[in-house]
């Protein structure tokens, strides 16, 4: 058993599962309101808005857990990147990502109980959790509460709108890479299940 | 260390908005739009009142609350009450549409004597066709295809004579609104609303016309969501009235079955608020310049044209993607090593 680790403590499975799915139906109800037409759409748009706001508020309060989650426990601790030499150490998980797997070249930064992201996946996972969807959450609340927003003087829709759908586009576009990426492990399928049971398989 | 992260964290997290908005002093702007007319200008200034002094005679009573009236050959002052219906607001008075009219150009002469005769009260007040009617001054209202219109709609239809033009444009204090403040939408937008609700959200007035009972509005539109907020960014008339391509303001009210339900006929891309609400400004401003107030205040309707280049950027972003993805993942499966 000294292959496995134990990475994903349940709070974090659960976390993750309610995080996949809601952002799933947010791509997906997103997608369906920003292309509303009178004669055809995927789902009526009072329905897409209604599911939408639900699915965005559900994601919000989850998010809180993973963030005191993080905090509060040790798991927080893998997501510290280190400026000093990081650059370098992107471009070597890089090249591996585009070449060395190909070759079967070996892992740059193997997995193990200090280390449970490689750098990309570190750095992506670090800027989609406490920037992009932090300023997701804080525009999408903008739109549903445009009154209140407006009382302390923060009118800008507009730019809130901006932000809200390019980062809509972001996050799908990480979370395309990051399911892909999720591939690539002892198995294909080994990542998914770590993320069901809990523990990691190590190559 | 910890403590350190938690409080970063919070900081960051309460600064954010701050960072991302400038206060827009809108608000304060408002007033002054809403006295100048689409040059910047301010109109009033260049007035030149004529008939106040005439007018003084009916408003030394219809301005007051109460009367006070020395019969001829009488000892004794006789004091009433006024109906505040019979007040008028000489502020507003002065500065509506017919701001240099005397009360008898629209009322009769006769009026000057006290107390009014009787059969006054069944004079047919003047229309608005007969003085406007065919008048070149006014062509860009055309209010002969305004007075068609009017015709068809349910208004008219139901009620007929009973339910005049004036029946919306108060005959003291109409002012022309959507035209003359572009820059703040919302103040024409809550005068507008305001007129239809000056009889639907009011038995009284509502009952001159009708025996009906009058629905309740807010219950009636309980349907869309954020309801206040609708009701402050869009007119009553954007989903009751007919869009006629001719007219700056429709005035075809449809019966209720025929009233906008469909959310993307205002959300989407061809939105139809392009033909109404923000038909002003598009053709006096050409569609990609801002309004003077600043991008600030926009109107964001979700779904619409707007984040058009974006959304197709973000779209190809997407597509790329996964086109990545699958070359990628064939090479692997090709190469059978990972
Ligand atoms: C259906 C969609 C998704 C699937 C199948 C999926 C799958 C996985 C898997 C297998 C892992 C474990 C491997 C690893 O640690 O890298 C993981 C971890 C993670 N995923 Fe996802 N994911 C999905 C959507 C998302 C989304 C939308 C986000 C964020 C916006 C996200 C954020 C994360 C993060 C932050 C971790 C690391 C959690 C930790 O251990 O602290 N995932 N995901």
């Known amino acids: ?203 | 260390m910890k403590k350190k992260r938690v409080i970063l964290l919070l900081a960051l997290l309460l600064l954010l908005p701050f960072i991302l908005y400038t206060p827009v002093s809108v608000r304060a702007q408002e007033g002054q739009a809403a006295r100048k007319d689409s040059t910047g200008k301010d109109k009033h200034k260049e007035r030149v009142y004529t008939n106040k002094t005439e007018n003084n005679v009916c408003l030394k009573c219809h301005s007051k609350t109460h009367i006070e009236y020395m019969a001829e050959g009488a000892t004794k002052v006789y004091k009433q009450k006024m109906f505040s219906e019979c007040i008028i607001d000489t502020n507003l008075f002065y500065n509506a549409n017919h701001w240099n009219f005397k009360c008898t150009d629209c009322h009769s002469d006769e009026y000057s004597t006290f107390p009014h005769k009787g059969e006054l009260r069944f004079e047919e007040k003047p229309g608005c066709l007969d003085c406007h009617a065919g008048d070149p001054q006014y062509a860009q209202f055309n209010f002969e295809k305004i007075d068609e219109e009017f015709k068809k709609s349910i208004h008219f239809q139901r009620q007929g004579g009973s339910f005049s033009c004036w029946a919306c444009h108060d005959g003291h204090y109409y002012k022309i609104n959507a035209r003359n403040r572009q820059e703040n939408i919302l103040a024409a937008i809550e005068y507008d609303n305001n007129i239809c609700l000056s009889c639907h959200a009011n038995i009284q007035k509502y009952q001159l016309i009708t025996n009906k009972v009058n629905p309740n509005i807010l219950q009636k539109h309980e349907w869309l969501p954020n309801q206040p907020n609708h009701f402050k960014h869009v007119r009553c008339i954007e989903c009751h009235a007919q869009v006629n391509d001719s007219l700056m303001v429709a005035h075809n009210i449809q019966p209720k079955s025929k009233a906008v339900k469909k959310c993307a006929e205002c959300h989407s891309g061809n939105s139809r608020l392009m033909a109404s609400l923000y038909k002003y400004q598009l053709e006096n401003q050409g569609k990609y310049s801002l309004p003077e107030s600043g991008f600030t205040n926009e109107p964001v309707i979700i779904g619409g044209k707007r984040n058009g280049l974006l959304k197709l950027l973000g779209n190809i972003a997407l597509l790329l993607t996964i086109v990545v993805v699958v070359i990628h993942s064939t090479l692997r499966i090709v190469s059978k090593k990972n």
């Open chain 1, 1 to 203: 058993m000294k292959d496995r680790i134990y990475f994903y403590p349940i709070w974090v499975r659960s976390w993750h599962a309610i995080n996949a799915l809601m952002f799933l139906v947010l791509i997906f109800t997103g997608f369906s309101i920003q292309y509303a037409t009178t004669s055809v759409s995927w789902i009526r748009f009072d329905r897409a808005v209604v599911v939408h706001d639900i699915a965005g508020l559900i994601l919000t309060f989850n998010y809180l857990i993973f963030l005191f989650g993080n905090i509060l426990s040790d798991n927080g601790r893998f997501y510290r990147f280190t400026l000093k030499g990081g650059l370098n150490r992107l471009i070597q998980q890089f090249h591996f990502y585009t070449m060395g797997i190909f070759k079967g070249a070996p892992y740059p930064f193997p997995i193990n109980k200090y280390r449970k992201f490689n750098p990309l996946q570190k750095l992506t996972y670090l800027l989609s959790m406490y920037l992009g969807i932090p300023l997701m959450i804080i525009t999408g609340l903008t739109l549903y509460f445009p009154a209140v927003f407006n009382l302390i003087g923060l009118t800008s829709l507009v730019i809130s709108d901006l932000i809200h759908i390019l980062l809509g586009y972001f996050l799908s576009i990480f979370m395309v890479i990051h399911v892909y990426f999720c591939t690539i492990g002892h198995t294909v399928t080994s990542n998914f299940k770590s993320m069901l049971n809990g523990w990691h398989e190590l190559h």
